[in-house]
């Protein structure tokens, strides 16, 4: 049987999206079908639709999802019919990752996620006669309906507003995840923090949650910077025409105990390894404009400094335990992610991007209602 649904449908590379009716297909035995309420709208798309190549047009993206599951297949016992979830990424729970407790990294991550159907090769979105590149991360979630997995699908408390719950499966829980699980930076440490997009300043909620004495973001755009002080930094520096070491020195004069990048420039990067301090770790998450994109360090100061530079996908999280525990954060007043929230109707999605990039917002949120 076939469900269907409205959707944000990628067709030209770096187009607009448009907005069509689509089929979504009946969840099979492990797979979970989900009303969606509301969206986010994640950098990742941006670059998986720049080009379209991996996910092949028709596409339908989407991968921070939020809704309420309308029907579960024959084996699924982690939820039912009216239960509130978020979706996030995908993984097998089979191999020594997953078991590891390390799903991010999961072996079957890339087709798991990205290949643009099940594993059997069957579609799981079809327009009218055609079969559309679907099951984004796990989801597709660019659509008032989405067709998810046992594994991906993490059950919430009903006294959240769940339309606006999606971005924690992806963009807050990596700059989260990234300060408190992946470098679980010390109570009364210093941080650096490149770039303040959602993931920055998601990495700025997870350092006050760490209670991290100086948090310093570095970002060009004022009411980013502005609203990064609201979150908690102490410190923000506006990048253009410095010497960022001098500057960050001049704030905490050892350098800083961690830094983290969710730039993804090499030459921010390459600057603010002269802003650590001895033993000091480095965490990437940012997707560079260039996949040949690189950064040279020397041996010498590598080994003197004793730097760790860590590579981080989706903060390291283990979703069934981080999720609920950003969420119980947030109902506690510890955790305000909705701050970098600006809301949208689905079929606003390219308002919404053009919004996005130009800086107006930080995260939008497409809602379906």
Known sequence: MLNQATAAVA?????????ETVSVDDPRAHEILIDIAGVGLCHTDLVFSAKLQIMKPPAVLGHEGSGIVAKVGSAVTKVKPGDHVVLTFNSC???PRCNGGEPAYCFSFPKLNYAGGRLDGSPTITIGDERASANFFGQSSFATRALAHERNVIKVDRDVPIELLGPLGCGVQTGAGAIMRSLACRKGSSLLVLGGGAVGLSAVLGAVVRECATIIVVEPKQARRELALQLGATHVIDPSGIDLPAAVRAITPTGVDYAFDSSGLKQVIAAAIGCLASHAKFGLV???PS???AISIPITALVGGGFSFIGIMEGDSEPEEFIPQMV?????GRFPFDKLLSTYALHDINLAIADSLSGKCVKPVMLTA
């Open 291 to 293: 996949m040949e994109d």
């Open 328 to 332: 119980a954060l947030y109902k506690a």
């Open 93 to 95: 729970g089979d191999c």
């Open 286 to 288: 940012g997707v560079p």
């Open 11 to 19: 067709r030209i590379p770096g187009g607009e999206f448009t907005i």
